[in-house]
């Protein structure tokens, strides 16, 4: 057989692994590995699919001007400056593709979300890894690391997996400095749980050279529907929808996201409730002397001794159809990341992990 090459730099990507959703053998199982929400979408959005569901033979719309007027409506942002996309990970792929090729770097931290990386090398570009002390992010160390080649700077903000974010100052310091061809992308998809950031929406209003990326996969919800969105100038806007699928989004989708976005009792106490619990994990944790870096997300980076201890763990977890999300990939194998639950599966975690430290394994 022959086996016909991909382009350079494909190979070199590691699959992208989802966090698990089942333990073989073990019923009853809680999964806190994809920070999805606790209490499921809204009411609403279930609704509003119910209600687009004899519609699925026609094509959806291209434009989804319904769903980026009620993200304008209700954020009061610009319509014209956001893109929809199949989560926002197609958006950040958009960006690969359309913004850097061989010879181009792109630039993403050490403790990064894994999609950067894999953007860059499935454009032939090369990634270029920022180190992150105490992981927060480094708007130092990523000035130094930039090139003339740099084309594209990614960071989340709070970041996934530490939770840890970088304010509104030390973002517009990276933005100003950024050599002149490259573009600051700030993937706000835990935005929505830090109160009062707008996840850099004012910053892409005042520059050329910021994009944000925002997801209804968390707080909304609908991780399952795959939508998310970007909000840039309008030169991105225009490149990245000369490129984007046109019936990216399906019916169904852009319905339960419109709902969504507009069922604001619903967000808002999604994310009281998450404040509370997390609050709450985090103590219970260091309780039982696991400590976290304090988390602006809807997850919580619980470290270990080291990386067997943080296994081991995992495992007794696991055994106990306790799922959450060992980061080994990231560089932090002495880490587990657990997704804030529901008041329940909080309590579930925290137990297990006490009778664990307790010598119970
Ligand atoms: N950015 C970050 C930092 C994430 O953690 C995730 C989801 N794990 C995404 C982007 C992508 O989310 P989605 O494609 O579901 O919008």
Known sequence: MTVIAPQPGILEISPYQGGKSGVAGVSNVVKLSSNENPFGPSPAAQEAVRRV????????PTDHAALRDAIGEVLDLDPARIVCGVGSDEILHL??????????????????FAIYRIGALAA?????????AERVTDVDAILSACTER??????????????????????????????????????????????GYDGGAALVEARDNVVMTRTFSKLYGLGGMRV????????????????????????????????????TEFVERCRAENTRLRTWLAEALMAH???????????????????????????????????????GGYKLPAALRITVGDEASCRRVAHAIGRFKAGER
């Open 150 to 195: 740099t084309r594209l700077v990614f960071i989340a903000n709070p970041n996934n997996p530490t939770g840890t974010m970088i304010g509104t100052a030390e973002i517009e310091r990276l933005a100003a400095g950024l050599p002149e061809r490259a573009m600051l992308v700030l993937d706000g998809a835990y935005a929505e749980f830090v109160e």
């Open 124 to 132: 032939g570009a090369t990634p270029v890894e920022v180190p992150e």
């Open 53 to 60: 569901l004899h519609e699925m033979h026609r094509y959806p």
């Open 228 to 263: 998310g969105w970007g909000y840039a100038p309008a030169h991105v806007i225009d490149v990245l929808n000369r490129i984007r699928g046109p019936f990216n989004l399906s019916g169904p989708a852009l319905a339960a996201a419109e709902a969504s976005i507009r069922d």
């Open 289 to 327: 002397g696991v400590p976290s870096d304090t988390s602006c997300a809807n997850f919580i980076l619980a470290r270990f001794h080291d990386p067997e201890e943080a296994a081991a763990c995992d495992s007794f977890l696991q055994s106990e159809g306790i799922i959450v999300r060992g980061v």
């Open 95 to 112: 960006l690969c593709q359309a913004y850097c090729g061989p010879g181009d770097e792109v630039i993403h931290t050490e403790h990064g």
